[in-house]
């Protein structure tokens, strides 16, 4: 009887020292009321964000840290932006490309006159073809 309590006890005792292990393992959050609202902390980085009670719901706002850090960000890109547009303004100011490569008259009539051979050729083999169709077939004796 005795090695039953003792054995009640520690399992008593281990499931009070489990508790709060699991409990740390399961919560990423802590919320602290404060008199204007809620101070919620992420309890794995650090990082804190005040929170107001709006309709029912918790609404956060970002901590100033993390503002500062989220306005920097914004700054990098707004000067990478402004770069990127520099870029493209002075790319817009180059000349014009001539292309002098145009063939001349000359050769543009010659290579019509490939074109017309080509095309009168392919419609005479079409009418070839066609009026092939057109005999009559011997007649089947069966």
């Known amino acids: 009887m005795t090695n039953t309590l003792a054995s009640v006890v ?5 499931s009070f020292m489990a508790g709060p ?8 959050y802590s919320l602290e009321k404060t008199v204007d609202g809620y101070v919620r902390m992420n309890n794995k980085t650090g990082e804190m964000s005040i929170c107001h ?3 029912g719901q918790l609404a956060c706002k970002v901590a ?6 989220y306005e920097e960000d914004i700054a990098d890109l707004k000067a990478r932006v402004a770069k990127l547009e520099d870029t493209v303004a002075g790319i817009g100011k180059l000349p014009p490309v001539v292309r002098d490569n145009l063939p001349s008259d000359e050769d543009f009539e010659k290579g019509l006159n490939y074109m ?3 095309m009168r050729r392919f419609m005479g083999l079409a009418k070839e073809l066609d009026g092939e169709d057109k005999t009559p077939a011997a007649p089947q004796k069966t």
Request: net charge negative; proline share 0%.
């Open 53 to 55: 009670e709006k309709l």
């Open 64 to 69: 100033a840290e993390e503002r500062t850090l």
């Open 21 to 28: 292990a699991l409990a740390e393992e399961t919560t990423n």
């Open 10 to 14: 520690v399992l008593v005792a281990m």
């Open 116 to 118: 017309e051979k080509f």
